[in-house]
């Protein structure tokens, strides 16, 4: 019981206090930087998503990049 009032009034706390601050730093940045921003931080974690999700699969892009040329070459072979 004990930490449930402590996580309400930590609650109430984020709510009154920080989150005032949070909104009054951030409508400080002028809008074009902030939209700049976004989109740079979008665009890294885009590159690290997939980054990531190739070293858990276990996908060399290396690997890849040669089949792909091989099989082309293969391709190209047969019409030309």
């Known amino acids: ?8 009034f930590y609650a109430v706390i984020i709510v009154n206090h920080l989150h005032k ?3 009054r730093m951030v409508d400080s940045i002028p809008t074009q930087i902030g939209i700049i921003a976004c989109r740079v931080i979008m665009v890294w974690y885009a590159v690290d998503f997939v980054y990531h999700l190739l070293l858990a699969l276990d996908i060399n892009i290396k690997e890849y990049q040669q089949k792909v040329k091989k099989s082309y ?3 190209r072979a047969k019409f030309w």
Do not use: D, N, V
């Open 1 to 8: 019981a004990e930490s449930t009032i402590a996580w309400g």
């Open 73 to 75: 070459k293969s391709f």
């Open 21 to 23: 601050a949070l909104l």
